[in-house]
């Protein structure tokens, strides 16, 4: 005897049946292509309505200077940004690193012994402020966009108070021909972009300090659980935040000879921008240092292809909002399908 039985419905591909190509195009490498793509456009548009102007080499420099150190800011806020975190300090501290290590008498020490003295002192001020936001984060309990806000209206305070509201300006001439200096034509603030993003691209990618702050982004009671220190780490990595604010800070000494506590205004709305765009979730839990590259440039290549064209800062706000919008609104898509 036969049996009729009704024919079950399709049912729609699990992920382990996508084509090929789709896999490559919704995963971290596709996402990466789409970041080539959009820049390769951006740099055609500059070719076009630019001309020789755009592909001039000095002008390829003049475009990877401008990006490396809010590009340096940006690698840091990668690390705390797939960590689950926010900062908004680190253009304060930013400003405040360039004030302290340009004060005068700090460069009259430089001046007596090595300008490394202004560089150091550079750098712990943003690792100390660093460390200062992340134990009130993690052992104070207090939520970061809260923390870090309040530490960006002090830092900023901070600068004023000890410069005085004044611009100081770098004499020291070993500072001056060491970081305004360059190798086969390439400045040395480009190099160590590149330096700090190799670095920070192994640390997330190569280390258990990245394989943590992944896990603690992307669930912070199971990284616990697994054995992770999660309060201690978020230390380290607002503390690596401070530190490439520093790095930042002192790059910033070098390309203008100045410390203002005006430098760095508005750079953590910049570097976010970048990392959300490059590819890293705002929740957490998925970071790209060579996302964030990209993003830097993409930014960097479209202001200057604004200001070849004497577009003004309203448009190109208007401009980079409707970029970011966008970029949220396809991480939110991208998030559901993962």
């Known amino acids: 005897m036969t049996t009729d039985t009704a024919s079950a419905p399709p049912q729609p591909r699990s992920g382990a049946e996508r084509s090929p190509l789709r896999k490559l195009f919704s995963g971290s490498a596709g996402r990466s292509i789409g970041l080539v793509v959009a820049l390769l456009v951006i740099c055609v548009a500059g070719a076009v309505s630019g001309g020789d102007r ?59 012994s090595s300008w490394l003295v202004m560089v150091l002192l550079a750098l712990l001020v943003g690792l100390g402020v660093g460390l200062v936001n992340g134990v009130v984060i ?39 021909a060491f970081f305004r200096g ?34 603690i982004g992307g669930n912070r009671e199971a990284a616990r659980l697994a054995g992770v220190n999660v309060k201690r780490h978020l230390v380290a990595v607002y503390a690596l935040a401070g530190l490439t604010a520093g790095i ?50 993409i930014f960097s290549t479209l202001t200057n292809v604004f200001t070849l064209n004497n577009l003004s800062t309203s448009v190109q706000a208007v401009v980079k909002g409707v970029i970011i919008v966008v970029a949220v609104l396809l991480q939110q898509r991208f998030a559901k399908r993962t």
Do not use: C
């Open 248 to 297: 930042a800070g002192v790059m910033m000494m070098a390309r203008t000879n100045s410390g203002t506590s005006t430098h760095g205004l508005l750079y953590e709305l910049d570097a976010i921008a970048m990392v959300v765009i490059g590819g890293t979730l705002l929740i957490g839990g998925r970071g790209t240092i060579m996302g964030t590259v990209l993003g830097v440039l």
């Open 138 to 176: 993690a052992y104070g309990n207090v939520v970061a966009f809260m923390a870090t806000l309040a530490m960006l209206v002090g830092a900023r305070g901070l600068a004023e108070l000890v410069g005085e509201r004044r611009t100081f300006v770098v004499s020291d001439p070993g500072f001056k």
């Open 54 to 112: 755009f592909v001039d080499f000095g002008n390829v420099i003049t475009i990877l200077s401008q990006a490396s150190i809010i590009g340096v800011v940006a690698i840091g806020m990668t690390f705390v940004i797939t960590a689950g975190g926010i900062d908004l300090s680190v253009g304060s501290v930013l400003g405040l690193t360039t004030i302290v290590g340009s004060l005068t008498a700090v460069q009259a020490v430089a001046a007596d």
């Open 182 to 215: 360059d190798l086969f034509g390439v400045p040395v603030l480009v190099i160590m972009f590149a330096l700090v993003a190799i670095g920070g691209w192994f640390l997330l990618n190569r280390t258990t300090f990245g394989r943590r702050t992944v896990a």
